[in-house]
């Protein structure tokens, strides 16, 4: 069973989904729908959940309060908002399970699959939801990653490169660090092609920044500041000369 908590400040909000975990999941049980921080907070520490559904836009304390009244907080925390696609970005970019109002019925039970998939597994790194607060008030600075332990933190201008390895994809950093993630390549794409990012064959992700030379060949290839050849795909040779270009 999940134990659950609900803490949103729209009554017509608390009920639609607590209606539809009680319906189509039958494996989570709702022990409380909170109107307020303050109230969610006492339903925490008398119930300890496994998750809680949280609202960040509240009146007198947002979501994130939650986190300072309660700093050693268990639970698995899911953000619930009506926010618009910037924000929608900085959850991607910081690793934080959301649902998007009005909730998708596929999507929340998708949710819950992950809950119960890592509740045998230690609590969540907290320093996601303070990356999160980052990266909403402020411009994208820090990509969250999810690994086997935990959580890394690594900031955008600091990743080097990103190759895929199977269903998994290895971030190598500036500093010489190697983050494995349980995640396709293709799931970074579009996040950092803005940071001047390319996808320059199906296995690279590559920051032009930390190119150091390229070498015209039957298959043309970079060279990167860490000292990695890349393989240029035909198709994208021209993109990357192009951009190398208004460099």
Do not use: W
Not at 85 to 100: E, G, M, N
Not at 110 to 134: G, N, P, W, Y
Not at 139 to 150: A, I
Request: hydrophobic share 40%; glycine share 2%; aromatic share 10%.
């Amino acid at each position: 069973m999940i134990v659950a908590i609900i803490i949103d400040d729209e009554e017509s909000s608390r009920i639609t989904l607590k209606n539809m975990l009680e319906i189509f999941c039958s494996e989570v049980t709702v022990v409380h729908s909170a109107y307020s921080v303050p109230d969610g907070v006492k339903a925490i520490q008398k119930y300890n959940p496994d998750v809680v559904f949280l609202d960040i836009e509240m009146p007198i304390h947002n979501g994130f309060e939650l986190f300072d009244f309660l700093p050693d907080l268990k639970a698995e925390v899911i953000f619930t908002t009506a926010y618009d696609q910037y924000a929608i970005r900085a959850f991607k970019f910081s690793a934080v399970d959301y649902l998007l109002k009005p909730i998708d019925l596929e999507e929340l039970k998708s949710a819950i699959q992950r809950i119960e998939d890592k509740k045998d597994q230690l609590a969540s790194d907290r320093s996601k939801f303070a990356v999160l607060s980052e990266n909403i008030r402020s411009p994208f600075q820090k990509l969250g990653l999810p690994t086997v332990e935990g959580y890394s933190f690594i900031k955008i201008s600091e990743i080097v490169r990103c190759e895929a390895d199977s269903n998994y994809t290895n971030f190598f950093s500036i500093k010489g660090e190697k983050i494995l993630v349980p995640k396709t390549l293709k799931e970074y794409e579009s996040l950092l092609e803005e940071f001047n990012f390319l996808r320059v064959h199906r296995s690279h992700i590559i920051n032009l920044d930390y190119i150091t030379k390229y070498t015209r060949t039957r298959i043309p290839s970079v060279t990167m500041v860490d000292g990695s050849v890349i393989s240029i795909s035909l198709k994208k040779k021209d993109q990357l000369l192009n951009k190398l270009a208004g460099l």
